[in-house]
């Protein structure tokens, strides 16, 4: 990986080889700092008229883990494609889209959710967040001394409920998360966006990505060859080809970016 103010004048180039960018961004992490809780994440007013701006120049879209209604509640901008429960649910042209989820995955899920609920009062600090086909289970803010048992019992539950189902379980940022495994990712959904945009302007826009999480793993394969992938924070393994040191940095590069004449 490099950094990305070091390479600045080659992602230029390459925004400039395409005529103009497609811009795909996590909100955790990269438009809201880490919080505490994910009630606490919140997008700054500066990003928030940078990604106004930004919209009004070229094509912006939002992919999150995060349900569809919460992220737009969160980020209250019109103008932006949202992309959320990575990538099952989007809303285009205000059209609001899911796809196919096999009933007995969700009522595995949903069993899966009660086993888990039944630990909040034997762990203060665990917060249980339920996305409705998703959960998932935070323990950032929980004793240091109980996270180790905590983690034990987490995997205990969802072991057996692994192995005779399709599921994908993701353990990241002190955060379990599980959900459908319906071979469709952000990986999936950045490429969707790209030829979606594409299609709408007419163009060939240079797809850039900023994510922070494993999660985002996924998007920054897809976008191996052509795409321009940015992780918040270096990491050795990540297949992200550039990295800004830490979120306030995003703010910086959504200001370099309005600054391109194109």
Request: charged fraction near 35%; charge should be positive; include cysteine.
């Amino acid at each position: 990986m490099k950094n990305l103010f070091d390479d600045i004048q080659k992602i230029k180039k390459l925004i400039e080889k395409k005529g103009g960018a497609v811009l795909l961004l996590d909100f955790d992490g990269v438009l809201s700092a880490i919080a505490p809780t994910p009630d606490e994440a919140f997008i700054s007013d500066e990003n928030t008229a940078l990604l106004k701006e930004c919209a009004k120049r070229f094509p912006v879209a939002i992919i999150t883990g995060r349900e569809l209604s919460d992220i737009k509640k969160k980020m209250n901008i019109k103008g932006l494609s949202y992309i959320a429960s990575h990538g099952l649910e989007w809303e285009e042209d205000e059209k609001y889209h899911i796809k196919p989820i096999p009933k007995e995955t969700i009522k595995t899920i949903n069993s899966a959710k009660q086993k888990i609920k039944s630990l909040i009062s034997c762990y203060p600090g665990m917060i249980f967040e339920d996305k409705s086909f998703m959960l998932a289970i935070h323990y950032r803010i929980m004793n240091p001394n109980l996270v180790s048992k905590f983690k034990r019992e987490i995997k205990k539950i969802l072991k057996p409920i692994l192995k005779n189902n399709k599921l994908r379980l993701d353990h990241n940022l002190k955060t379990f998360e599980l959900r459908p495994e319906i071979d469709w990712d952000k990986g999936d959904s950045v490429l969707w966006a790209e030829e979606h945009f594409n299609k709408k302007t007419g163009k060939n826009f240079r797809p850039i990505y900023i994510g922070d999480s494993l999660t985002d793993e996924d998007a920054f394969t897809a976008l191996k060859k052509d795409g321009i992938t940015i992780r918040v924070g270096e990491k050795k393994k990540s297949a992200a080809r550039w990295y800004l040191r830490d979120q306030k940095e995003v703010s910086l590069f959504l200001k370099w970016l309005l600054s391109l004449d194109f």
